[in-house]
T-cell receptor, first 110, second 112 residues
Framework: GNSVTQMEGPVTLSEEAFLTINCTYT??????LFWYVQYPGEGLQLLLK?????DKGSNKGFEATYRKETTSFHLEKGSVQVSDSAVYFC?????????FGKGNQVVVIP | AAGVIQSPRHLIKEKRETATLKCYPI?????VYWYQQGPGQDPQFLIS???????DKGSIPDRFSAQQFSDYHSELNMSSLELGDSALYFC???????????FGPGTRLTVL
């Protein structure tokens, strides 16, 4: 079945720094890929998505490109803000369900 | 825009009690998914329904059951609650023909 792997551990960085969160997937075929964000005490919000190879999803300054050759969907943002502090989940859709990565806690320090 | 509604938002139960969680999908969404997110964990798929029929089953314990009703809302019934059932339970809905899941705010269940 589908599975998603995210880089280990929380990410702490200063305001205006560059953010990268790695995500790789395994799947049969070419699943749709998603990044969800979860703010403290809240539910999951879709941040961006890509449905086929070379698609780039973007939203609120975040970007991720669907790379078939490296089976990756890394999340990037050029200049983070304190308000970006949250947990970020990579997910793939396949076999009629979403498979999530373990999530990365991002803490942005003023 | 209308969002997925879940009720209750918080629920506290004792061990061996039962609980019912409700999910109201976005209008015109006919597919509902349930996920369980333990503390510090990623969401795990439990069960899904399409057009009022169960369409797929994940890691849902036998003590849990769910159904989707004619108005497309769904209920997750949990019996013989255990401490390990304490988690955030999310419902997500999908519009026919799409794959983007819209999540509700979740129900936080605490079992004492």
């Amino acid at each position: 079945g589908n599975s998603v792997t995210q880089m280990e551990g929380p990410v702490t960085l200063s305001e205006e720094a560059f953010l990268t969160i790695n995500c790789t997937y395994t799947a049969t075929g070419y699943p749709s890929l998603f990044w969800y964000v979860q703010y403290p005490g809240e539910g999951l919000q879709l941040l961006l998505k890509a449905t086929k190879a070379d698609d780039k999803g973007s939203n609120k300054g975040f970007e991720a490109t669907y790379r078939k050759e490296t089976t990756s969907f890394h999340l990037e943002k050029g200049s983070v803000q304190v308000s970006d502090s949250a947990v970020y989940f990579c997910a793939s859709y396949g076999n009629n369900r979403l498979a999530f990565g373990k999530g990365n806690q991002v803490v942005v320090i003023p | 825009a209308a969002g997925v509604i879940q009720s209750p938002r918080h629920l506290i139960k004792e061990k061996r009690e039962t609980a019912t969680l409700k999910c109201y999908p976005i209008p015109r969404h006919d597919t509902v998914y349930w996920y369980q997110q333990g503390p510090g964990q990623d969401p795990q798929f439990l069960i899904s329904f399409y057009e009022k029929m169960q369409s797929d089953k994940g890691s849902i314990p036998d003590r849990f059951s769910a159904q989707q009703f004619s108005d497309y809302h769904s209920e997750l019934n949990m019996s013989s609650l255990e401490l390990g059932d304490s988690a955030l339970y999310f419902c997500a809905s999908v519009e026919r023909g799409e794959d983007e899941q819209f999540f509700g705010p979740g129900t936080r269940l605490t079992v004492l």
